[in-house]
Nanobody, 117 residues
Framework: QVQLVESGGGLVQPGGSLRLSCAAS????????MGWYRQAPGKQRELVAG???????NYADSVKGRFTISRDNAKNTVYLQMNDLKPEDAAVYYC???????????WGQGTQVTVSS
């Protein structure tokens, strides 16, 4: 059973920074694409940033230039560095191991990010 454990969420003032981490259990972490998603109250879950097994990245327009996704395959961990946070970034942030043709996707339990003065 794959487990994804997010950490690093919390309360931050507008303009502040947070770094989220997602530690994955299981083997072959490096072959999977990974993603960070978020869901604010009353809204649908949305993709924030993704990183492929090869290290290519993509971002939602709303976070480009402020957020950076990265991965450390030796630690089975994916990160989301969030800078210049805005109140509209407040949400529960979820890590996902993306599905491939052999395995389904897996979600973490989420970590709350609150942006408020």
């Amino acid at each position: 059973q794959v487990q994804l454990v997010e950490s690093g969420g919390g309360l931050v003032q507008p303009g502040g920074s947070l770094r989220l981490s997602c530690a994955a259990s299981g083997s072959l972490f490096s072959i999977y694409d990974m993603g960070w998603y978020r869901q604010a109250p009353g809204k649908q879950r949305e993709l924030v940033a993704g990183i492929t097994s090869g290290g290519s990245t993509n971002y939602a327009d709303s976070v480009k230039g402020r957020f950076t996704i990265s991965r450390d395959n030796a630690k089975n961990t994916v990160y989301l560095q969030m800078n210049d946070l805005k109140p509209e970034d407040a949400a529960v942030y979820y890590c996902k191991r993306e599905p491939n043709k052999w395995r389904p996707g897996y979600w973490g339990q989420g970590t709350q990010v609150t942006v408020s003065s």
